[in-house]
């Protein structure tokens, strides 16, 4: 791989990495699991509603897009 293709091929594994992430804080949000600690009350997570199911597919989306194009970049 040339330089140049191993920068974009760096940006697009950053993207995609980022893109879990975010996705990983959105599933905590609305399903946080943590350990149980006695004596400490367990939170639930924020309600689902229709915007957060679509919060969620769009961050899904953004996660395989990324992963696509950074597989693409890979030549995988």
């Known amino acids: 791989m040339s330089d140049i293709s ?3 091929a760096d940006k ?3 993207e995609y990495l980022e893109a879990v992430d975010s996705y990983h804080q959105l ?3 609305y399903f946080p ?3 149980v600690i006695p004596g400490v009350p367990i939170t639930p997570g924020e309600p689902i509603t229709e915007a957060a199911l679509e ?4 961050a899904e989306a953004k996660v395989a897009k990324t992963l696509k194009k950074w597989h693409k970049l890979l030549g995988l």
């Open 55 to 58: 919060e969620l597919e769009e």
């Open 6 to 8: 191993n920068k974009k």
């Open 12 to 14: 697009a594994l950053r």
């Open 27 to 29: 599933l905590d949000k």
């Open 33 to 35: 699991v943590r350990r």
